[in-house]
Nanobody
Framework: QVQLVESGGGLVQAGGSLRLSCAASGRTFSSYAMGWFRQGPGKEREFVAV????????RYADSLKGRFIISRDNAKNTVYLQMNSLNAADTAVYYC????????????????WGQGTQVTVSS
């Protein structure tokens, strides 16, 4: 069992940055690829980014490449999402999730989910 707790969300002005963190319990963090998803108001949850177990491979949603950066620190059992040049379309609840697969980009590939953290971008 892995428990995931996101933090770092909040209110930010358009053009600003935020860094989300996701802390994982347990000693098996490095056994999982870690992903970020988001769900905006009235929208389906969508893939944002994923990082492999070692951190050597990352994948991003095409629309977010160049603005968002995913990273992980296996010694701290934590995955991060650095979000830059934020705009109103980035307003969403952001979820981290753990996958036993390599770098899954679909929800079905993830077995553990956090409760989410709200990010609101004001224009």
């Amino acid at each position: 069992q892995v428990q995931l707790v996101e933090s770092g969300g909040g209110l930010v002005q358009a053009g600003g940055s935020l860094r989300l963190s996701c802390a994982a319990s347990g000693r098996t963090f490095s056994s999982y690829a870690m992903g970020w998803f988001r769900q905006g108001p009235g929208k389906e949850r969508e893939f944002v980014a994923v990082i492999s177990r070692s951190g050597g491979t990352t994948r991003y949603a095409d629309s977010l490449k160049g603005r968002f950066i995913i990273s992980r620190d296996n010694a701290k059992n934590t995955v991060y999402l650095q979000m830059n040049s934020l705009n109103a379309a980035d307003t969403a609840v952001y979820y981290c999730a753990a996958s036993a697969l390599s770098t899954a980009i679909i929800e079905g590939g993830y077995v553990y989910w956090g409760q989410g953290t709200q990010v609101t971008v004001s224009s």
